[in-house]
């Protein structure tokens, strides 16, 4: 019966031959699936901030695939007129993959206004830009190739639990959330596809910024969910996008965490959509064991802390 049932139905994007502009493909991440999706034959554009890193990340993604037509764009996400330009310039696109992102863990308490801001705007807002820019085009390219098209954007599993450190990281990946189950229902009929990606602690550069200032009860409650090469996770990422999946996990912890927060995300997989039928209440029950340790460190944390003042 859920073989007639699950929403949208399955389709396959391709990437070879094809488009695929990645944000933040610069660096970590979205570096690595630029490398991973134009050894596969797809034509690459990177869009970031800062040109030069652009040019080293077209150079290694040149060497890397052998070949040499990859597009850079220096935009910074939070000028719609920037993004605009370099869609532009970049040309119709099949693959958009809104990759970019920021993340200062800090207390709401002690962080600073301005900083709650600027990733809300780049993390958020920097998609909605890059969305609204290339839809036209994506629209006309799926009517003109008759090839589904795809939108996948870069959350984290602190997209589908929050936690400790991350109330501005995770509400700006929440909200990609509520974006994308909305444009998956405006954009399904032009045979476009949207794949949210989940990843844990990922090895990059942005990390390791990261790690300099993560609070120690975030380290602690993150490190759960383990953590992964960048490689893997593009690897991870590009697959989903390919299978037009609309919840991409990318280790096991994050396969629990989308059954358990499955809510009423589409689900084009009757497998899937068995599993999280019959696993919703276990992992239910996992998530709850979770929230217990993570309290229990919670609580013991300021017990010590206390103790020691
Ligand atoms: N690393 C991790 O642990 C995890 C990361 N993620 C998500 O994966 C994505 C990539 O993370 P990661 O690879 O670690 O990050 P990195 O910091 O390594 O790379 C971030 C990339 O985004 C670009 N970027 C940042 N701000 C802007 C902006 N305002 N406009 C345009 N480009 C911008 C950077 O280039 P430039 O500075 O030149 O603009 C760079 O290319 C993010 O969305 C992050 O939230 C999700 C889960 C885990
Ligand atoms: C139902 C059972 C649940 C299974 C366990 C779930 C454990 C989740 C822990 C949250 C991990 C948050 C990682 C954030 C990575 C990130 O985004 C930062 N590095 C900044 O980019």
Not at 170 to 189: M, P
Request: net charge neutral; glycine share 10%; proline share 4%.
């Amino acid at each position: 019966a859920l073989a007639l049932l699950t929403r949208p139905r399955a389709a396959r994007v391709p990437l070879k031959g094809r488009h695929v502009f990645i944000t933040g493909g610069s660096s970590g991440i979205g570096l690595a699936m630029a490398t991973a999706a134009a050894r596969e034959g797809a034509r690459v554009s990177i869009l970031a901030r800062n040109l030069a890193r652009l040019e080293d990340a077209r150079a290694a993604i040149q060497r890397d695939s052998g070949r040499d037509d990859v597009g850079v764009h220096a935009a910074d996400v939070r000028d719609a007129g920037a993004v605009a330009r370099a869609l532009q310039e970049a040309g119709p696109v099949d693959v958009l993959v809104c990759n970019h992102g920021v993340f200062v863990p800090q207390e709401l308490e002690g962080q600073d206004v301005d900083e709650i801001k600027w990733m809300v705007d780049i993390n958020l807002m920097g998609s909605f830009h890059l969305i609204k820019a290339a839809l036209p085009a994506m629209k006309a390219r799926t009517r003109e190739t008759r090839l589904p098209g795809s939108i996948a954007i870069m959350s984290s599993q602190a997209g589908q639990v929050g936690i400790y450190g991350y109330t501005a990281y995770s509400a700006s990946k929440f909200a990609l959330r509520g974006l994308g189950e909305a444009l998956q229902h405006e954009v399904i009929a032009d045979n476009i596809h949207v794949s949210l990606i989940f990843p844990p602690d990922t090895e990059t550069p942005g990390l390791e910024e990261e790690h300099k200032r993560r609070p120690e009860l975030t380290n602690i409650i993150a490190g759960s969910s383990g953590g992964m090469k960048a490689d893997d996770v593009a690897k991870k990422a590009l697959d989903g996008i390919k299978s037009a999946k609309f919840i991409v996990p990318c280790n096991f912890e994050g396969a629990m965490l989308a059954v358990a927060t499955a809510g009423l995300s589409p689900q084009s997989s009757p497998l899937m959509a068995f599993l999280e039928v019959v696993g919703a209440g276990l992992m239910r029950f996992a998530a709850i064991c979770f929230q217990w340790n993570w309290f229990s460190t919670i609580e013991s944390y300021y017990a010590k802390k206390k103790k020691s003042e």
